[in-house]
């Protein structure tokens, strides 16, 4: 589960393609990573996919991973690699738990597909019929489980059901059904929904529902304090207000107690193999069936295309529906505070893999659970085993020239970046500072600078060419933005001076949540919009802005509590963010 309205997009992408930094990172050095944790391996599948997570891991900054490996018949392995705890050098073992995040929605799909399948649950009928007290607005057209399931409902994708304000509802961003938006608030009230029919609350609910008739016996339905002794410590990043570089430092994540149904599932990798041997089976396991053949071909249809998973992904309920060298997979990912997990179920292959990592860091081990299909598959049909996928430097880069120039701001500032091969750097002084690739046309700082704030977004040139996308050539670079902070090249010729909306003013800034999924936030003007982070916000009235990387978006920002000429609070995904002065 990821609950940061505007970096869940940039967590999925940099998931979809397994970029790394080659080197070591502040625990993985050379010395650690000769005596990393490792099982033991008694074959050539199992060789090859250690040797793989052995770069993988320290390429990654992980500190440890958790694995699960199933046909459709038994478990065939569980593993794990590193560190449960860094500092204390204790190695993961199969026994920790790890906290699986939005996986766990496919655990709540599951079970409303029981109470349909018992004539509970009728998924096209409004959701307000059956809880009619939820904080939602409907101006688009009524809301249904199968909305939700499919994140097409329209809501935003809200760090909470409710608000601090009792008056707030989550308001519709487009009709029902017309696109998918990843909400995760919307799963919470699916949640909701199942514990209201069942008459008990959702961690009975999945406890007696899926949990104990599967004999997943030591996966925990809800994240609580009295699990963390079993469980692997979590790491986040130590500088949140910051940028972050691969190899950036990492520190302990505080307590998380978690029982919204979008991720609060903390489970074992043998636990986990059975639950992914039971979606191979199509819903049956050894004492019957989860839900009916038809409760399951409803979750695997690829109902919305869901490009956020990857380019040829669907969303069924609960899960994203794909293809894999021509199979038919579900897969998904988790992430949490200090927690990223993945699934592959590859369901003509008869193969699935499980894996989790005891960091968040933007990304998931989506990588390791492809591979090590991809080797089950070939093992299965007697088949050469595949070369492990390459791990990318994000570093390096084909086009970095593409970059290179002086830029300067409109007060004469400038920004200088040089190549040096394939790697772009920043020229600070007589410091050259490393840039790491960050998507698109996005760098960010690898050293801990005064250019760590921010990432640099550059601009390429307009053009009205016809040709389709990928025959043309890109056309060249002509701005770079730095926060607010803005600059051109010499093949600049736009406007240089820009009519700002005085409003804005009041609400740029820097905004604080004590939250453990929030964090940080920092508005400020570019040019004429007001940006938060590197989306811009476009205005609604009266303090209130859409996130609108697209016109249809339901998420909002919103600046209120304005003192002394300046908005003290900002609403941002259900969560209150205090403004602070301290830069």
């Known amino acids: 589960m990821s609950l940061d309205p505007f970096s869940r997009r940039a967590f999925i992408t940099r998931s979809a393609v397994a970029t790394a930094v080659a080197g070591t990172s502040p625990f993985w050095t050379p010395a650690a990573r000769a005596t990393m944790p490792m099982p033991e391996a008694t074959g050539s599948l199992d060789k090859n996919l250690d040797a793989y997570v052995a770069s993988y891991m320290p390429a990654m900054n992980a500190p440890g991973l958790t694995l699960g490996l199933t046909d459709a018949s038994h478990t065939l392995r569980t593993a794990g690699y590193g560190f449960a705890n860094v500092d204390q050098h204790v190695p993961v073992s199969t026994e920790h738990l790890f906290q699986i995040g939005s996986i766990t929605k496919s655990f709540v799909a599951l079970v409303l597909l029981q109470m349909r399948d018992e004539g509970k649950l009728d998924l096209h009928k409004p959701v307000l019929e059956y809880l009619p007290w939820l904080p939602i607005t409907e101006s688009f ?3 249904t489980a199968h909305h939700l399931l499919t994140h097409t409902s329209g809501l935003p994708d809200s760090l909470n059901l409710f608000s601090s304000n009792p008056s707030v509802r989550l308001a519709q961003g487009f009709k029902p059904g017309d696109h998918f938006h990843y ?14 029919l069942d008459r008990r609350p959702w961690r009975a609910c999945v406890q007696a529902r899926i949990l104990s008739p599967l004999g997943m016996s030591k996966t925990e339905p809800v994240i609580t304090t009295a699990s963390r002794p079993r469980s692997a410590t979590g790491y986040e990043i130590y500088w949140d207000d910051q940028v972050y570089p691969r190899q950036g430092k990492l520190a302990p994540a505080p307590n998380l107690v978690m029982d919204n149904a979008a991720g609060c599932i903390a489970s074992i990798p043998a636990d986990m193999a059975i639950y992914l041997r039971m979606l191979l089976n199509r819903g049956k396991y050894s004492s019957g069936r989860i839900v009916s053949e038809e409760s399951f071909n409803l979750m695997s249809t690829p109902h919305i295309k869901a490009e956020e998973f990857s380019p040829t992904a669907s969303y069924g309920y609960g899960i994203a529906v794909d293809t894999l060298d021509g199979h038919k997979i579900l897969r998904h990912t988790g992430g949490m505070v200090s927690f990223a997990s993945s699934i592959h179920v590859d369901l003509d292959g008869g193969v699935a893999a499980f894996a989790s990592i005891n960091a968040m860091q933007g990304y998931r081990p989506t990588a390791v659970t492809e591979y090590a299909v991809r080797l089950l598959r070939a093992s299965a049909e007697s088949k050469p085993l595949p070369a492990p996928p390459a791990i990318a430097n994000p570093e390096e880069i084909d086009n970095a020239a593409d970059y290179a120039g002086t830029f300067t701001a409109p007060d004469g500032h400038k920004l200088v970046f040089a190549t040096q091969g394939k790697r772009l750097t ?7 500072v490393p840039l790491q690739h960050a998507g698109g046309d996005s760098f960010i700082s690898t050293m801990e600078s005064r250019f760590a704030e921010y990432g640099f977004e550059f601009t390429r040139k307009t053009t009205d060419s016809t040709k389709p996308e990928e025959t043309k050539p890109k056309p060249p670079v002509i701005e770079v933005t730095y926060g607010p902070s803005w600059f051109t090249n010499a093949s600049y010729s736009g406007p240089k001076t820009f009519q700002v909306a005085p409003e804005f003013a009041a609400y740029a800034g820097h905004y604080r949540s004590d939250g453990a999924w929030a964090g940080d936030a920092r508005a400020f003007v ?18 209130l802005f859409r996130i609108a990387d697209q016109p249809w978006i339901p998420d909002t920002a919103e600046f209120l509590c304005i003192a002394e000429g300046k908005a003290q609070l900002l609403k941002l995904g259900g969560a209150d963010f205090w403004r602070i002065e301290i830069d």
Not at 183 to 196: M, S, V
Not at 426 to 432: A, E, K, P, R, S
Not at 530 to 537: A, D, E, F, G
């Open 141 to 143: 057209g009524p809301i």
């Open 183 to 196: 909400c995760n608030a919307g799963f919470d009230i699916l949640g909701r929904l199942a514990a209201n």
């Open 526 to 543: 570019q040019k004429d919009r007001l940006m938060l982070s590197s989306s811009p916000l476009e205005p609604i009235g009266n303090g």
């Open 426 to 432: 920043l020229v600070d002084g007589d410091t050259h």
